[in-house]
């Protein structure tokens, strides 16, 4: 039997026996993994963009400045929109809207905080927002990448039954109760791991899309046709795969009662506007043989 806390990937031969959710610092207090990866996440997602401004003949220093700003309210950003579409949870007791530790930021919230920050910085500082949004979403899609394992410790963003090759398999005793569908417990009974789920690990689908994201954004810089295209097709590219690895997930937010999973409509909606505004600007830059800007 295994351990509890006990996390596998039976179909890899993969076990990973007593990891918990956080660490203990002198015995006094515990730092969630969650926390811990989040801050990675964001110390290299300030040197993936720095890398970008230099090698696009910015101030690297220009964009640590905005980073103060960004990360706070995209953190902010990310925790109302999981709030919003998760009021049931927290109605009843308001104050667990700033527990932080126990997980629930939504990656949308936090693009969405980001690029309010980056429009104001950039009318602030007076530079161009588009050029901004280009280098800096390929250190937020770092970010992502990151970001994602921490919902690996916390037992969370998970997908329903499979028995894939990459099928990772869970205590039931270790994770959000609301999670657990009839199918993951009905499969468990029959293979015998009673206790226990078999599910997708859709963080890691979404974190290996990410990654391939960011390698044709870091590819493509260079050839990029106009101020604003990279970011767009960050937004489009993100959209499509998280269209598709929404579906798979049992913790979707939902818009109200309808079972329509918010993050995946947002999702279809950025790919398609993304793919159809990089389209039309190549159609006018086609005409004008020149650089244009989308904004």
């Known amino acids: ?4 806390d006990a996390i596998s990937f039976p179909n890899l031969g993969i076990m990973i026996e007593n990891l918990p959710k956080s660490i203990s610092v002198f015995g006094r207090f515990d730092i969630a993994f969650y926390g811990i990866i989040i801050g990675i996440g964001i110390a290299m997602g300030y040197i993936v963009a720095s890398f970008q401004a230099i090698r696009t003949g910015q101030d690297k220093e220009m964009y640590l400045d905005f980073a103060m700003y960004a990360v706070i309210i995209s953190i902010i950003g990310a925790r109302i929109y999981y709030v919003v579409f998760s009021w049931d949870d927290y109605k009843d007791d308001i104050v667990q809207i700033f527990n932080l530790r126990a997980g629930g930021l939504a990656i ?59 099928a990772m398999r869970l205590s039931t005793y270790d994770v959000n109760q609301n999670a657990i569908t009839r199918k993951m417990l009905e499969m468990a009974e029959e293979g015998g791991y009673v206790g226990f789920i078999q599910v997708h690990p859709t963080f890691l689908y979404e974190s290996a899309w990410n990654l391939c994201l960011l390698v044709i954004i870091l590819l493509y810089t260079r050839y990029k046709k106009f101020d604003g295209e990279i970011f767009l097709i960050y937004m489009g590219g993100y959209g499509l795969g998280r269209a598709i690895i929404e579906g798979l997930r049992t913790d979707q937010l939902t818009i109200g009662s309808s079972g329509i999973a918010v993050s995946q409509v947002l999702a279809l909606f950025l790919f398609t506007a993304c793919t159809l505004i ?10 004008n043989k020149k650089k244009i800007n989308i904004i």
């Open 108 to 166: 949308y919230g936090g693009v969405i905080g980001g690029i309010v920050s980056g429009f104001v910085y950039s009318k602030i500082k007076k530079i161009k927002f588009t050029l901004l949004a280009d280098t800096a979403c390929a250190g937020l899609l770092t970010g992502q990448i990151i970001g994602r394992w921490g919902n690996f410790f916390n037992r969370e963003a998970f997908g329903d039954y499979t028995d894939s090759l990459l």
């Open 1 to 4: 039997m295994f351990a509890l």
């Open 278 to 287: 990089i389209l039309y600007n190549r159609i006018l830059l086609k005409k």
